[in-house]
Structure formats: C-alpha cells, structure tokens
C-alpha cells in the first residue's frame, strides 16, 4: 500500500510498480497454486552493494521493498495466471492514479528458436490492450516497441527471477521462459489526459518509473516529460522548440504558428530555467517563449523557477520599474494582489504601455540568460490578445 510518514503526504507507487507486483501475484499463483493477498515488491533501482543476501539476484541488491495488495489472481489453464494491481498515486495528482493494472503470466518451455528482442534472458515482456506503442523516434525505446520503460523492465526481470529462486525452480536443469503481458482497464482513455499522444505513443499508457515510488507532488516527473519531449523534438529535427506554461498559453502558440509540427510545442509549467538549459544543449536553431503577465513578472525578477511556492510576485519591485517608465500612481500597483490586476491598470495608463515593455524586456533577458542564446517572446492578455512580440 502507499505510505505516508508523519503528517507529511501520502507516498504512492508508479505504473511500473504496478505492474511488477501484478506480474508477481500472477506467477506466485503458477509457483504455489495459492492466489497471494498481496506481495513483497523489490523498488529500483538495483545496486551491488547492500541488503540481506537473501534479497538479492545475481548480486544485485533492490533499494527498497513495498507491500503491494493483489486485487484479483486468477489461473488461466495449466500454465497462465493473470493477476491486478490498482496503481496508487497517493496523494500525487496523477491520472493514472486508480488505473487497474494486469500482469499475465505464461509458463512454456521455450520462446521458440530464439527469445525476441524485448526479451530479458528466459523472460518476454510485452503489453497488451491498455499499453501504448512507441511510433516515433527519441524515446528511450525503439518505434513499435511497447511502452514499458527500461526500469520496469529490469523491475519485472528482477521480481520474477527473485520468485523463481524462492519456489526453488532454480534447480530445473532448464528454466522455463516467461511471458508477462502487461495491460491496463481503459488505458486508451486514461492516455488521452497524458502527454502521449504528443510524444507519439498510441493506443495507451506508458509503463513508467525510475525509482518505483511517486512522491507527492514531485516535480521528477514533470522534468522527465520535458526532457522527452525535447529528446523527441530533436530526434525529429525540428526548426524551433515552442515552450508555454500550460494548455491556454501552447493553444495561442499555436494559432500564432500554424505550420509548426505538434511536436514542437512543449508545455513547461514553472520550470523555465530547466528546460531552456535543456534546449541549448541540443542546438535547435530556434527558441520561442509564451506566457502570461504573471510569469512574465517572475521572469523579469530572474526567477528560473516560477511556482507560487517558491518564487512570490514582488509587487514592490513590479511598482519600481513602473515608475521608471513613467507611470504616475505606482502605489496602486504595489498594492495589487495579482499581476493581473496590475496588468489592468497599466494598460489604461499610457506609460504602463512602456511599464509592460520594459518588464518584458526583463524577462527576455531571463531567458536568454538560462538558453545561452536568444529568445523569442510572446505575452499573451487572459483573453487571448498578443500585448507583444520580442
């Protein structure tokens, strides 16, 4: 189950997780004839050193281990099992937070004449209704490969060659082969409210997770999408990358250009200084930036990250360059709750025309100083006016 310590937030699992325990009540059922409760669950990575020898597999050793509830375990002949795991994201807002995640596992005594290429040893990993497929370049598998991610992968692997060991199959002088397919109730659906439709991956979710665990609010993942996307807009050699702070922003964005691939615009939230340090380590020759006046505000303050939390709006500072520009009641503006609400006040002033140049021109800086290189700017009114263009 997820955990939670002290009053902090609930810690959940990820999808890989999920299925690395569904994969393992599945095959435990094969082993015992026993439909397990639960199971023990080794997390990633997977190092040399540390733990209790008896945990560990070919020398490597899991971080850690969380207990995981089996929803359902079931035989499907001799030699199958299929078992759920419902993927929990605790108090992380995840959509796929609730997802109902299967593991079926086949027993044979061969794959054939060789293992296929997603293979891992006696082990075949593949996904089923529910899963996404990878169909184009960038990511972290091949185009038509299933998207389950490498640590998964070596998760499952581990799990599994973990329980062989335990229910002592490991004195058959010829291993079984395994096949696990991973699948997902009403993945289709649930991938739609992700990003991978944009990273081009279809009919479903991604198995994900590099450290097992979600942590609430973490912005891990988030950072992580970016990186692919950016990983994908390369490997599409795409003329300019096209970064907004969220969907209002990327859909002015894209009316503004047209003719740009998908691919190419990248919602970016808060992390500014992340993902143009990023982008100017892969060269594309063109960077665009759009947002609204309220980051446009952290920006010019220099700030890199721009979350509430972490970065707060300077009302005073905002009413200095103000005044700077010429305009008159700047106490006003200091005074203002929102930079919206100042943004309203210096668009009725005629010298707050020059206050908004001037902070963009602030922010324009910003970002240019995290790209090593120019950016393009748009600020964007909240009904859909471009105020500029730098």
């Given at each position: 189950m997820s955990r939670r310590k002290g009053n902090c937030l609930r810690e959940g699992f990820?999808?890989?997780?999920?299925?690395?325990?569904a994969a393992m009540a599945a095959y435990e059922l094969l082993c015992t004839g026993r439909p397990p409760a639960s199971v023990r669950t080794p997390l990633p990575p997977f190092s040399s050193g540390g733990g209790d020898a008896q945990d560990a597999v070919d020398g490597l050793h899991p971080r850690a281990w969380m207990d995981l509830a089996v929803q359902t375990c079931h035989t499907e002949g001799a030699d199958t099992a299929s078992a759920t795991v419902i993927k929990d994201g605790g108090d992380d807002p995840d959509v796929t937070s609730g997802a109902l995640i299967r593991a079926t596992v086949s027993r044979t005594t061969s794959h054939g004449e060789c293992p296929p290429p997603s293979s891992e040893g006696h082990l075949r990993i593949e996904g089923g209704p529910g899963v996404g497929r990878i169909t184009l370049p960038g990511l972290p598998l091949p185009v038509g490969a299933w998207a389950i991610n490498p640590v998964p992968r070596r998760?499952?692997?581990?799990?599994l060659e973990y329980l062989r060991k335990r229910f002592a199959e490991s004195a058959?002088?010829?291993?079984?082969?395994?096949?696990?397919?991973?699948?997902v109730e009403n993945g289709e659906a649930i991938a739609k409210r992700t990003f991978n439709p944009r990273l081009g991956i279809?009919?479903?979710?991604?198995?994900?997770?590099?450290?097992?665990?979600?942590?609430?609010?973490?912005?891990?993942a988030f950072k992580a999408t970016i990186s692919e996307q950016l990983d994908l807009?390369?490997?599409?050699?795409?003329?300019?990358?096209?970064?907004?702070?969220?969907?209002?922003?990327?859909?002015?964005?894209?009316?503004?250009?047209?003719?740009?691939?998908?691919?190419?615009?990248?919602?970016?939230?808060?992390?500014?200084?992340?993902s143009l340090e990023k982008a100017a380590r892969k060269h594309f020759p063109s960077l665009i930036w759009g947002c609204f006046f309220g980051k446009l505000v952290k920006l010019a303050q220099g700030e890199g990250y721009t979350h509430a939390r972490e970065s707060a709006l300077d009302m005073s500072a905002l009413a200095r360059i103000c005044k700077t520009s010429g305009v008159m009641d700047t106490n006003r503006i200091a005074a203002c709750v929102t930079a919206n609400q100042a943004l309203e006040l210096l668009l009725g002033d005629q010298a707050g025309h020059e206050a908004v140049l001037a902070i963009a021109l602030r922010a324009a800086r910003t970002l240019e100083h995290f790209a090593g290189n120019r950016v393009t700017l748009h600020l964007f009114h909240l009904d859909g006016r471009e105020l500029l263009k730098l």
């Amino acid at each position: 189950m997820s955990r939670r310590k002290g009053n902090c937030l609930r810690e959940g699992f990820t999808t890989g997780t999920a299925a690395t325990a569904a994969a393992m009540a599945a095959y435990e059922l094969l082993c015992t004839g026993r439909p397990p409760a639960s199971v023990r669950t080794p997390l990633p990575p997977f190092s040399s050193g540390g733990g209790d020898a008896q945990d560990a597999v070919d020398g490597l050793h899991p971080r850690a281990w969380m207990d995981l509830a089996v929803q359902t375990c079931h035989t499907e002949g001799a030699d199958t099992a299929s078992a759920t795991v419902i993927k929990d994201g605790g108090d992380d807002p995840d959509v796929t937070s609730g997802a109902l995640i299967r593991a079926t596992v086949s027993r044979t005594t061969s794959h054939g004449e060789c293992p296929p290429p997603s293979s891992e040893g006696h082990l075949r990993i593949e996904g089923g209704p529910g899963v996404g497929r990878i169909t184009l370049p960038g990511l972290p598998l091949p185009v038509g490969a299933w998207a389950i991610n490498p640590v998964p992968r070596r998760q499952i692997a581990f799990a599994l060659e973990y329980l062989r060991k335990r229910f002592a199959e490991s004195a058959l002088s010829s291993p079984p082969f395994l096949t696990v397919c991973i699948s997902v109730e009403n993945g289709e659906a649930i991938a739609k409210r992700t990003f991978n439709p944009r990273l081009g991956i279809r009919g479903g979710i991604s198995i994900l997770g590099t450290q097992g665990t979600v942590r609430p609010f973490s912005n891990t993942a988030f950072k992580a999408t970016i990186s692919e996307q950016l990983d994908l807009a390369e490997a599409l050699s795409c003329k300019a990358v096209i970064f907004s702070t969220g969907r209002r922003s990327e859909q002015l964005l894209m009316a503004r250009y047209p003719t740009m691939p998908q691919h190419a615009f990248i919602q970016v939230a808060d992390f500014a200084g992340f993902s143009l340090e990023k982008a100017a380590r892969k060269h594309f020759p063109s960077l665009i930036w759009g947002c609204f006046f309220g980051k446009l505000v952290k920006l010019a303050q220099g700030e890199g990250y721009t979350h509430a939390r972490e970065s707060a709006l300077d009302m005073s500072a905002l009413a200095r360059i103000c005044k700077t520009s010429g305009v008159m009641d700047t106490n006003r503006i200091a005074a203002c709750v929102t930079a919206n609400q100042a943004l309203e006040l210096l668009l009725g002033d005629q010298a707050g025309h020059e206050a908004v140049l001037a902070i963009a021109l602030r922010a324009a800086r910003t970002l240019e100083h995290f790209a090593g290189n120019r950016v393009t700017l748009h600020l964007f009114h909240l009904d859909g006016r471009e105020l500029l263009k730098l």
